[in-house]
């Protein structure tokens, strides 16, 4: 019989000078477990359970460009040469199991200073200073405060966005420096260069604002600062919202023309969710459906002829397959699903037909694993009756000899 081809979703792919074992990536996914912006044991546990699982690439979190720049207090970041070390050590670890690091950095704009995810994301208010979680000032591109924050976010002025633009030349240096392989830039979500993008939070009226083109500009100035302090034998990617929330106004043909500049500044691949400002327009919301995003994947990969990832309720092996396969994506990515089942990949390749899935683990769970397989069969070979008799004999020995 021939042999059966490799599923598309564990074919390699290659970007610039990095190649994936495999299309499965562990998307971004903040934790708040950060100490002053480094990492802890929980990111050395959390994104290595990512990688034992057999995930090609391997994000940890959005990580903040320079600390006024992060959510709250417990949020990632790389504004200072200290946090290399400590993000160093999970790249050496997610490389030895044989993935690829990669890591997303951002700004969050007017979303600064609040509470955590469990805590709803509420604003940081006065009392809070009494446990050590005073608010602080934001930044957004007009100076809207759409979340309520304690301090009304400043407008930012050209010394601001020069600013930025430099803490996003740094983020970049120190990314590389702490072993990462892939930088994405963040531009979705509602965050600072998305908050740029969508004529619902830019109100402009000087060069960074107006038309779609000046909109457009921060985030591209951005991505040329990232691209020319990256190697060129590296890739950078660019995850943007392909469409605002619910009444928004940033729709996918603006998402389309975004890309086609994105591509033209050498970013190797747009990573394409949605949601994050919210409006007055009759824009729906997204229906949280399977696979949810993909769409938006499909069409910017069409039309701008860019690699795209997918991402959004992405949770069965032949869903992350069939996308692959019918051009809608070139990387499926997964977030909560591997919160629910680290080892989503090894699982996958074994219901997808590949030979030996218990390889994509660390060989030391690879050799135990194999052993049980390989004991199951001879169970199944030597015929049900026998294993029977031989396993009663055990639990029933009879009289001992003297």
């Excluded at 994050?276 to 696979?291: A, E, N």
Aim: proline content about 6%; aromatic content about 6%.
């Amino acid at each position: 019989m021939p042999d059966t081809p490799t599923p598309l979703l564990f074919t390699p792919i290659s970007f610039r000078g990095i190649t994936a074992r495999n299309r499965i990536v562990a998307s971004p996914m903040c934790q708040y477990h950060s100490d002053d912006g480094g990492p802890t044991d929980w990111q050395m546990v959390h994104v290595g359970r990512m990688a034992v699982g057999g995930a090609g690439i391997v994000f940890g979190e959005e990580t903040a460009v320079e600390a006024i720049g992060r959510k709250t207090y417990a949020c990632a970041g790389i504004w200072d040469d200290k946090h290399i070390s400590g993000y160093r050590r999970i790249t050496d670890f997610i490389r030895e199991q044989g993935g690829v690091p990669a890591i997303q950095i951002g700004h969050s704009g007017h979303k600064a200073s609040c509470h955590t995810a469990v805590a709803d994301w509420q604003p940081l208010m006065d009392a809070d200073a009494n446990d050590g979680l005073a608010p602080w000032q934001g930044m957004s591109p007009s100076g809207m405060n759409p979340d309520n924050r304690r301090f009304a976010p400043k407008e930012m002025d050209r010394i601001d966005i020069n600013r930025v633009l430099d803490a996003f030349r740094e983020a970049t240096r120190r990314s590389l420096e702490a072993g990462y392989d892939i930088c994405e830039v963040h531009g979705a979500h509602g965050y600072l260069l998305h908050e740029f993008l969508s004529p619902v939070t830019n109100r402009r009226t000087d060069a960074y604002g107006g038309d779609a083109a000046g909109r457009m500009r921060l985030p591209l100035e951005v991505a040329e600062v990232v691209r020319a302090a990256w190697p060129d034998d590296l890739p950078v990617f660019f995850r943007m919202s392909c469409v605002d929330g619910q009444g928004g106004q940033w729709g996918l043909d603006d998402a389309v023309e975004l890309a086609r500049e994105l591509k033209a500044r050498d970013i190797d691949l747009i990573d394409c969710s949605s949601g994050g400002i919210t409006g007055g327009s009759d824009m729906p919301l997204v229906p949280r459906v399977p696979g949810y995003q993909v769409g938006f994947s499909e069409r910017i990969r069409r039309e701008v002829d860019v690699p795209t990832m997918a991402v959004g309720l992405i949770t069965e092996a032949h869903q992350a397959e069939a996308i692959l396969q019918e051009g809608k994506a070139d990387l499926a990515a997964l977030a909560r699903e591997l919160l629910w089942n680290a080892d989503w990949p090894a699982h996958a390749a074994l219901e997808l037909g590949v030979d030996d899935p218990h390889g994509l683990m660390p060989y030391e769970y690879a050799y135990r694993l194999r052993q049980r397989e390989r004991a199951k069969e001879m169970v199944i070979n030597q015929g049900g009756a026998e294993t029977e008799e031989a396993l009663q004999r055990h639990l029933n020995p009879g009289p001992r000899r003297a």
